[in-house]
């Protein structure tokens, strides 16, 4: 199995436009994280998804922030309008089973630059 | 919810010296402790993890101990090379709620 694949892996855009970030997990795997990354904040759980049905979004910082797994095997993470704040690496990961039973894999990431 | 803390920030240590980074969690419940590695520019990696039904886990240079009473548990790197360094973040979940919260991350430097 390739892991879990994250597009794009960079992407610089203006403040204010749409940015969508992609998400593969494993093959198999019932659970799907976002997670953003910044020096001031660590690594912040955004959302997760069991079985496609997102199960905690409380960490999703604001309205402008979404997400959606449409199929077992894609997810999309979704900020519009985009701020310069929300300049970070995001990763995705995933897991056989809830995170006190299995390892989370993680993502290569998504370094977002927003100007 | 969970809240884990770690320290210290950053450590550094000559190589062949051990390194030793502390993790405290504030959910009772919390069961399942990993500790990932990530290099610069890279993913986090899972490198060794503990349950609670154990007191302590070990592989090669790596350790990792619990302390469900006191609620902390650390990772013990022994014989430090160059290549160690990286950030390393704890992390914290229990099994009937299904997230993880992470420590801070504690930035290590093996100087050769």
């Known amino acids: 199995d390739a892991g879990v694949i994250q597009s794009p892996r960079h992407e610089v855009t203006e403040m204010g436009q749409e940015v969508t970030l992609r998400c593969k997990p494993i093959?198999?795997?019932?659970?799907l994280f976002w997670y953003r990354q910044t020096m001031m904040r660590g690594l912040e759980l955004l959302i997760y998804?069991?079985?496609?049905?997102?199960?905690?979004d409380s960490g999703m910082p604001e309205d402008r922030f979404s997400a959606k797994m449409p199929n077992a095997s894609f997810s999309t993470l979704k900020i519009q309008p985009s701020e310069p704040r929300d300049s970070a690496v995001y990763f995705c990961?995933?897991?056989?089973?809830?995170?006190?039973?299995?390892?989370?894999?993680f993502g290569p990431g998504t370094r977002l630059l927003v100007l | 919810g969970e809240n884990v803390e770690q320290h210290p920030s950053t450590l550094s240590v000559q190589e062949g010296d051990s390194a030793v980074i502390k993790c405290t969690y504030s959910?009772?419940?919390?069961?399942?402790f990993p500790w990932y590695k990530q290099e610069l520019g890279k993913r986090p990696q899972l490198i060794i993890d503990i349950r609670s039904n154990v007191g302590e886990k070990k592989d090669q240079r790596i350790a990792v101990t619990l302390n469900k009473t006191a609620k902390h548990f650390s990772l013990h790197i022994t014989e430090t090379q160059p290549e160690d360094s990286a950030v390393y973040f704890c992390a914290a979940s229990n099994q009937g709620v299904d997230d993880m919260r992470f420590g801070a991350g504690t930035r290590l430097t093996v100087k050769p």
């Open positions: 990961a995933s897991s056989l089973a809830a995170a006190g039973e299995e390892t989370q894999y």
């Open positions: 998804f069991n079985n496609n049905v997102p199960i905690d």
């Open positions: 093959s198999g795997h019932d659970y």
């Open positions: 959910d009772s419940a919390s069961n399942y």
